[in-house]
């Protein structure tokens, strides 16, 4: 029972040592992984690229708007010289060219939404290797995203922006 008592307090002591020796070498830096990618030449020639899809999305649907506008305001004025029929049938023209502009509207936010997440991916993703490669080469451990809302209250470490920055040539 003495042994057994002996042998637990040395593995404790031997786990104790070890954990500290652990805790001294964990390095942590910081990067603000947000500044770094709305830096990058890539991330501003994306978003020039999702704007002006955004701007001819948006002609397009003023252009149909106009349309349709035009098209109530004929409409409007001849009502008194058509039949209740012509008039009903009128009135479903314009509600289905409604309907259609509204679709419109939810087709081309989608497809600006997975134009964003295609061109930005591969953005994040190398921004996000090369941080890690880094990282990794200046030897430490844990790096913490230090960009506004990312829950890193103090980032008074080793800062990897000019480091990444280097690496990724800008």
Do not use: C, W
């Not at 010289?81 to 314009?94: H, I, L």
């Amino acid at each position: 029972m003495k042994q057994f008592k002996t042998i637990l307090v040395a593995v404790a002591l031997i786990f104790g040592i070890t954990t500290t020796a652990q805790a001294q070498e964990t390095k942590i830096a910081h990067i603000n992984v947000q500044q770094l990618v709305t830096n990058l030449p890539a991330f501003k020639a994306a978003q020039k690229e999702i704007q002006q899809l955004g701007q001819t999305y948006e002609a397009t649907y003023t252009e149909m708007q106009t349309e349709l506008n035009s098209t109530m305001k004929r409409y409007d004025a001849e009502a008194g010289a058509q039949t209740d029929e012509e008039n009903a049938r009128r009135v479903k023209e314009v509600q289905d060219q409604g309907a259609a502009i509204q679709q419109y509207i939810g087709q081309a936010q989608q497809d600006l939404q997975k134009k964003e997440v295609d061109l930005l991916k591969p953005i994040t993703e190398k921004a996000s290797e090369t941080i890690k490669k880094v990282g990794r080469a200046k030897g430490y451990t844990f790096v913490l995203d230090s960009s506004l809302g990312a829950g890193v209250l103090l980032a008074d470490g080793y800062d990897l922006m000019a480091d990444v920055k280097a690496a990724l040539g800008i």
